[in-house]
């Protein structure tokens, strides 16, 4: 409101001009910074769906159920707390250890190669196999099973294909494996390696029909194949199948979806990969027994 002009006197304008500073900050509250700081930690990396490809749930919509999911996590967070699962893929040479009771200790030991991973939840599962007198022998292990006591990973290497199951019709010499083998170190943060090794097979007949799966780990097929397996496998192929997108649609998880799903377990993982690590170090340490 503009004062008129006569009650503007010259005491006035001698007066000082008390002018109102607002002092504001642009750190955020409390509140507001706890929740950032929530959001900016809960951010799983990008290599979580492939080390634990098991907290995600099955992508066929009629096979799901959101709280048996949840439940599931939980669950599996609890066991993983009482037991390593370490990280491995189809490719890695593995070592469990479970409870027996038909074993002269009640303990069995079985050393083997990672060739199929498959399943998703608690109902996750993985197959090992090895040549023992020269016979190939596969155990199918439950990976959140009680009965799992130890798991190790002797080698941890990937393959060139998702699964290995062309190992049953190949030469013993790629499934063979010392049950004593030492376990190979690998440097903390180093990437992990992909075997580009390809196997021979041995001569028809097959389990299966490996000329139809478009394989990158074998190298001999075409010399057992005749002109009519030839026509009949080309036949048979599907190369349109990866320009599907609504069959890639339904056979993945949406993205979204998976850091929804590893942001809620996030928190945990990390606080055992840490706990793993330190744990590491006090067993790599060795207390000197007579000092300079």
Not at 156 to 164: A, F, G, I, V
Not at 168 to 178: N, V, W
Not at 207 to 233: F, H, P, S
Not at 272 to 290: A, D, G, H
Request: glycine share 2%.
């Amino acid at each position: 409101m503009l004062a008129p002009t006569r009650l503007v006197t010259p005491a006035l304008l001698r007066q000082p001009i008390l002018v109102r500073v607002v002092t504001f900050s642009t750190k955020a509250a409390p509140k507001e910074k706890e929740q950032y700081n929530k959001q900016t930690t809960n951010v799983a990396p990008t290599t979580y769906r492939f080390i634990y490809p098991e907290f995600l749930p099955d992508p066929k919509v009629e096979w799901r159920n959101p709280i048996r999911e949840k439940l599931e996590r939980m669950d599996m967070i609890d066991r993983r707390s009482q037991i390593e699962i370490p990280e491995f893929y189809v490719g890695s040479v593995l070592a469990v250890t479970s409870s027996d009771p038909h074993a002269a200790g009640k303990v069995s030991r079985f050393v083997g190669i990672c060739i199929q991973r498959e399943r998703c939840g608690l109902r996750a599962r993985f197959i090992l196999r090895n040549i023992v007198d020269e016979q190939g022998v596969e155990v199918l292990y439950e990976m959140y099973d009680p009965t799992i006591q130890k798991i190790e990973v002797l080698r941890l290497e990937k393959r060139l294909d998702d699964h290995l199951l062309y190992l049953r019709d190949a030469l013993p010499e790629y499934s063979t494996f010392d049950p004593n083998m030492e376990p190979e170190v690998m440097e903390d943060g180093a990437a992990v390696p992909v075997n580009d090794v390809q196997v021979r097979l041995r001569p028809r007949p097959w389990l299966e029909r490996w000329e139809r799966q478009n394989l990158k780990g074998v190298a001999n097929i075409d010399e057992y194949l005749t002109d009519k397996r030839r026509r009949t496998a080309k036949e048979h192929e599907k190369p349109w199948e990866k320009y599907d997108l609504m069959k890639q649609y339904r056979s993945t998880i949406p993205e979204e979806e998976q850091k929804e799903i590893y942001a809620e377990v996030y928190s945990q993982l990390h606080q055992m990969e840490l706990q793993r690590k330190r744990n590491k170090r006090k067993r790599s340490f060795v207390k000197p027994t007579k000092l300079a």
